[in-house]
Each structure stands twice: as C-alpha cells, then as structure tokens.
C-alpha cells in the first residue's frame, strides 16, 4: 500500500474555514502520468503499486491512509470585482503531507467532482487544461519559478461538457499551501474575527515563521508577502510568462505560482500582449503584471487590517510598504536580468542597459526566448543575431556597451555565454507545442505527445533544446493568438 506521512493542520482550523466533502466517483479512471520524482520527494513508500492502484488514488477512488478531503473557503476579487464567496468548487484538499525534511504540502484533487461551493458548475476538468497545468507547472519548477506542482494526471473515463464535450480528467496537485490572499478577504468580509486571526497565525506558522514573533505582525506579514510575490513576478517577466487570470484567489500567501488556466509564454515580444479570451480589457496584460500585483497587495492589506486593534497607527506603515512594491520589484528584476546579461556584480546602469536590450526586442517583436538565450552567441558574434533584428547597427551598437560592462567586472565572453545558458532557457512549453500535445490526447487518446513535450519542457538550459523542434518558435500557421480557462 502507498504511504504518505499526513498531517492535516487545516482541519484543526475553526470550522468556518473550510467543508469536509468526498471525491465524486468516475467510470473508469486511467493513470496518465505519475511524477515519480515529486512522489519520492514527498516521501513515498511504494511497494510496487500498479498503473490500475495508483489510477484509484489520484482519481479519488481510493483514499489514502491519513488523507481526510476538505474544500476550502476563499472569496476574491475576479478582474477587479470582489466575489464574497468562491471557495474549491472543483478541487478537494486530500490532506498536508510532510517530506522527509520536515516541509508540509498540501496534496490536492482538481476536476474531483462538485463540493458546497460549486455554484452552478460541475466540478469536473477536462483533460485539456489538466495536461497544460501539468506541463507548465512542471516546466516553471525546472526554469526556478516558486510554484504549485504536478504529482499526476488521471482519465476518470466520463466526458465533461464543455462548449464541446471533452474527455474528464483530474490533476493531483503540490503546493506549500492553497492559502490565497482570497482566503484572508473571505473572513473579512463577513467579520469573523475568529477565523481571520486563526488563519493568520496559521500562514505565519506555516510560511513566515520568523514573521511570527514579530510584535507587530501585520505590517511584517504583508511586507514579506509583497517581497516574495515581487521576486515571483520579476521571475514571470523576466521569461516572458502571462498567468492570465490574476484574481486575487489566484494569489498565493507562500508566493508560489497557482491556477495554470489560459496562461501561455510570449513568443514574440510585445509588452501589451494578452492571450487569454476572457481577458477582454487586457487587465492582465504582461506589462500589467507587477501593477496587478501591487493592487493584489492592497487588498490583503485591507482583509489584515479588519483584524488590527489600531489600524490608525498601522496605516502609515502599510501604505508605505504597498507604494514601495515598485522599488521592490524592479530589485527583484535588476537581480534576474544581471544573470541574464552574464554579470557577476552590481551596476546602477545594468537595469538600463536590460531595458534597452527589452526595447530592441520590442522594436522588431522578437522572439522572447531566443533572443535572451541568443546573448550567449551574441557575446562571441556580432553578427549571431542579425537574422532576429532589423535594426543591426543598433543591436551592434548595443553590444558594445553590454561587452564593455562585461570587460570592466573582468568577465569573459566565454563565461558570460555559459553564465547565459543557464539564466536563460532554450526551452519553455511554447503554446502550439503544448496545443498540440493536448490535440493528440483528446483526439486520439496518444500521450505519446505530451510526455516528450513534458521530457523536453523539463530541461528548458539543455542546449539539446536550441536544436530539437521545441526551442522554435512557431510557424506562422501554427501561432496561437488566445487561450481559454477551458475550467
Ligand atoms: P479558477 O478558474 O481556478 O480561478 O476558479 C475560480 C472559481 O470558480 C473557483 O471558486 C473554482 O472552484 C470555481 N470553478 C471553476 N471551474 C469550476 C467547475 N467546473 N465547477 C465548479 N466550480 C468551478
Ligand atoms: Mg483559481
């Protein structure tokens, strides 16, 4: 039998927090795939278990020993429209699982069937964004992104309706927590005093430990929360990532990515780029992004502040930390893209110089990937990537100040290449690869598609990657202009 070490510290919770639900049963669950490396990881006893066992686990079908399924609470603000309630309509908490070092995850079913917060919808996913959360998830743990992880994907064997009926599928899902700065607004909109300030001790525990014995943790919590969720963003922005549905129930406390919907990596550099369908006013836009997340802020900001017995004199603290996010993020960003450039140390000009790089690409929209992974050949080649830009003299020009900075910190062009290499990826789940990867799964059940993507996606510094077929961009016929939640 498969073990886990579960320890549910959410169900030790006030009541409020959450409902105790069961998985829905399904037809005929098929195993996909299992990460056998995330379930090692997490300290998996495994004594030989079969495709047809494992199927009944992750399907929900089969509980594991200490799992206990509870559906969350959280509300939030959807494109800037506060929802009092929203909560897991479609995904159950199994339990908290701690790793042989002690960390504690959450191990989480999506797609398993309707709770007390489904609303109007089914709770089921179809298989589509299931393979796409698998594949991106993955590849943003490979590229260095905080974010939730895939431990496997299963067919339940039912058909979901959709604007076409899809073939059903449920993602088992990692995370540090599914605690979102919608949790927190959830309480204090209903002022329930209890369970806001039972949570709160619950995250600082949990993710800010040393946040915790601060005297006034309220200021020191959002300030932590801000610091992390700038180095996220900078990390999203620096590799041309849009998460597409930015709601503040999409906005992790532990600052790990979460809720893979219509997102999608640019491939042509265009700061107002915007992919998915639902996003009509391009709120989330990927040059929104850090905006966004400063906004996100402020509202955590107001849910904590429901909890304060001064908030008067707290105030003054917390609007500085909200105003001070864009310094903080542009910290995060200068750190990221000195790595990209190759540098070593610190300039104050180095994030000019990143710009002026970023406001080349923009000109011609060049490839995002291939022209931060290009600076490796530029470094030894002025003329490595003229076929990518119009204007050449200025990519020369350009060059010759980034190689001068490069000389003054005594780095060479070699090891500025290789330092290149592995700050900026060859490979990243390109949106008509992963399409095509999902077409070949619901069309004609062949995973083959998927999993070689997934292998590839995986390795994203590999040079291997550069030459095989997924460091390309695609074919004007094969480019994917929108993306759907498909939830
Ligand atoms: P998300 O798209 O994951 O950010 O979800 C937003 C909200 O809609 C959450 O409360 C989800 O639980 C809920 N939701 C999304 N899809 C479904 C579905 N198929 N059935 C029930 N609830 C859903
Ligand atoms: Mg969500």
Known sequence: ????NFDNSYIRLPDQLFKRSAPAAVSDPSLIR???TLFAALGATESALDDAELAAVFSGQALLSGADPIAQAYAGHQFGQFVPQLGDGRALLLGEVIDPEGRRFDIQLKGSG???FSRGGDGLAPLGPVLREYLVSEAM?????????ALAAVTTGDRVAREQWAP????????????????????????DHEALDALLQHTLQRHYPEVAESPDPIP???EAVADRQARLIAHWMSLGFIHGVMNTDNTTLSGETIDYGPCAFMEGYRPEQVFSSIDQGGRYAYRNQPGIAQWNLARLAEALLTLSSNPDSQLEDIREIIADFPQRYELHRAEILRRKL???????DDLALADDWLALMAADSTDFTLSWRGLANLAQD??????LFSDTGAVRTWRDRWLARLHTEGTPADTAAARIQGASPAVIPRNHRVEEAIRAAEDNNDFSVFDKLLAAVTSPFDPEGERSHYGQPAAPSERVYQTFCGT
């Open 342 to 348: 190759g540098l070593a140390s610190a300039e104050d």
């Open 168 to 191: 059903g599928a449920i993602l088992t899902r990692v995370a540090a927590s599914h605690i979102r700065i919608g949790t927190f607004q959830y309480f204090a909109a209903r002022e």
């Open 114 to 116: 309707r709770t007390a």
């Open 141 to 149: 743990q490979a590229l260095g992104v905080p974010t939730t992880r």
């Open 220 to 222: 020191a919590l959002l």
């Open 34 to 36: 299992v990460n056998r």
């Open 382 to 387: 002025p003329a490595a990537l003229d076929e």
């Open 1 to 4: 039998m498969l073990k886990l």
